[in-house]
């Protein structure tokens, strides 16, 4: 049987940062901030971070953290850390903010000129705004009491945070715990890698980042996931059957991104029948695991040394949780130096610990990528 429409759009979104058709296993966090708005200045909420490997979904979660505080009359400044952060907030924003919501809605008078006496009077001219303020902390402070007459406030998130730019962080996170203190109506969002986000904590000025709300994604129980590929399929006017269903669910291992990335593939095939069949979801699933290779796991290993790759590698020879001793001796290293690299790679997210000295994967489909892919990295196969 046949769908109406052959033109019928796939309504999975395997982009970063594209929100998803159907949120699910987040639905916790994104109340936790919209709580933290409502609860007024001091809320923990009020500074959140998300981190989390490449793909489970942090910037959906600044998105979803703008809807909240856009969903209550607050103002949102959406921000990606590159450099020229603080210039592009004192240059565009905040002054087009000003403009549309400051004070008499940012029209101004300013005296022109005297005329002499007994001649003429005062003249005035209207401009559409002031000056743009140098001070960054002087334009948050002018439209948050703009904004506190009409009783909402400013969100401002910025993706992506790392230690490149740290000074620019300073400059942002001195300003806004400057506002915490005044009980002002502002809140940070901010999502980054895990091991930026650690690099960042450890500088002694970004203490606000300490005692921000921290949330580290990870996975999405299976259950909620096939939720998540269910409803868009239906949505469509199509379905899948339960075991079909789970069968997808289970290939994502619970990961945001493979939810969509599946999905996608899955509907694509065969996509004017009105049943997505157990063989669509075998060539989908086959499809998804060799794009996220491209996609997800060569960039999470472009940021590493070649010596954590090469611990990761030594890891894949395993079918499972792997031995920390194992390998050190594959690495024909001593036991203290192998658990300096283990420190490392858990805390960017890449490996766990799953046990009394073992660790495994994080990631789905890492260690039969590292498998394939050991002699491209420049790597050895270690045996």
Known sequence: MLVASCFMRNPFTPSFGAPPPSLVGRADLVADFGDALDDGPGAPGRATIYTGARGVGKTVMLNEAEAQARSRGWLVISETATPGLVDRLTGEHLPRLLREHGENGGTKRRLSGITAVGIGGVNWITTDSPPPAVSLRHQIEE?????????????????????????????????????????????????????????????????????????????????????????????????????????????????????????????????????????????????????????????????????DRSFLVAMSQDDGPSRIGQIAVRLGVDGTYASQYRLRLIDAELIASVGHGMLDFTMPYLREYLREHAAALGLPRHS
């Open 143 to 307: 439209l948050t009491d703009a904004l506190a007459e009409h009783e909402t406030g400013l969100l401002i998130t910025v993706d992506e945070i790392h230690r490149k730019l740290t000074d620019d962080l300073r400059a942002l996170g001195a300003i806004v715990q400057h506002a915490f203190r005044e009980e002002r109506e502002l809140a940070f969002v901010a999502a980054g890698l895990p091991a930026s986000i650690s690099d960042l904590l450890n500088d002694d000025v970004l203490t606000f980042l300490r005692r921000a709300d921290r949330h580290s994604l990870g996975a999405v129980p299976l259950d909620e996931v096939a939720q998540a590929i269910r409803e868009p399929i239906e949505g469509t006017g199509r379905s899948i059957a339960d075991a079909d269903c789970r069968t997808a669910a289970e290939a994502t291992n619970g990961y945001p991104f493979l939810i969509q990335l599946v999905g996608y593939h899955i509907w694509r095939q065969n996509r004017t029948e009105s049943v997505v069949s157990t063989g669509d979801v075998e060539v989908g699933v086959a499809a998804a695991r060799r794009r996220i290779g491209s996609l997800v796991l060569e960039p999470s290993l472009a940021g590493i040394s070649d010596v």
